[in-house]
């Protein structure tokens, strides 16, 4: 049974870090893509970043660019969404979710998600 679980999400204030866990089973996680994608309120859910299956490579959204990273612990089965310099605007529910195959650069390639968790930047 394939489950994601995100945590590490809170209140910080701008200019603050974060980072999000999503702890993934019932799968073999360097197999897939893993996304972590947001919504805001009243905003479209977009992704955020990625991480390829096999090789790892990773895509990020130029909102977050140069402020955001992802990274993969295989033996821990788990992904990671390293959030520096946070702004107001990265204010949302933040998702993880595992992709059909090793890569998808859509949306409804990814067939499984976590619950969501989340982040509040705000002084």
């Known amino acids: 049974q394939v489950q994601l679980v995100e945590s590490g999400g809170g209140l910080v204030q701008p200019g603050g870090s974060l980072r999000l866990s999503c702890a993934a089973s019932?799968?073999?996680?360097?197999?897939?893509?893993i996304g972590w994608f947001r919504q805001a309120p009243g905003k479209e859910r977009e992704r955020v970043s990625c991480?390829?299956?096999?090789?790892?490579?990773?895509y990020y959204a130029d909102s977050v660019k140069g402020r955001f990273t992802i990274s993969r612990d295989n033996a821990k089965n788990t992904v990671y969404l390293q959030m520096n310099s946070l702004k107001p605007e990265d204010t949302a529910v933040y998702y993880c979710a595992r992709a059909r195959s090793y890569y998808s650069s859509a949306e409804n390639g990814y067939e499984y998600w976590g619950q969501g968790t989340q982040v509040t930047v705000s002084s």
């Open positions: 991480i390829t299956g096999s090789r790892g490579i990773t």
């Open positions: 019932g799968f073999t996680l360097s197999y897939y893509a």
